[in-house]
């Protein structure tokens, strides 16, 4: 009688699947960040003010929002001013409208000072932090000169 011992590789399949439930959680590991489509519709009328907090060349944040835009804002005043924003949203009853929270960071700073940047809105409430950019249309004739794949 011919037969297959198939209890070796029920064992490796063991070991594979305790390996692969260990190594999965640490493969997730960062901020969630929710990056703005390249073909976005655009703000409705209705919607309230997004929060930008911008990092300019030097690394300073600034908010949109706060009583002086053009003021650079520490970690605890960006903190504070971000809470105070998305806490007053909801006490006004429109949280199926969540306020957009996006991060203008400038092409030279520190990629470093954006992480941060994202990780004190996070800490602060945001529920989702997008990037802007600025539209380059020198990189769309580009990519319309690609041959399209199938």
Known sequence: MAEINVVPYIDVMLVLLVIFMVTTPLLSQGVKVDLPQAQAAPLTSDAPEPL???????????????????????????ATLVNQQLHHQLQQGSPQQQRQVLVKG?????????????VIL????????????????????????LPKQK
């Open 106 to 118: 400038d092409k030279n700073v520190d990629y470093g000072k954006v992480v941060q940047a994202m």
């Open 52 to 78: 930008i907090v911008s990092v300019d060349a030097r690394g300073d944040y600034y908010l949109n929002v706060a009583t002086n835009p053009n003021q650079p804002l520490s970690h605890l005043e960006l």
């Open 122 to 145: 996070k800490n602060a409430g945001a529920a989702s932090v997008g990037l802007m950019t600025q539209f380059d249309e020198s990189n769309e004739r580009d990519t319309k000169a």
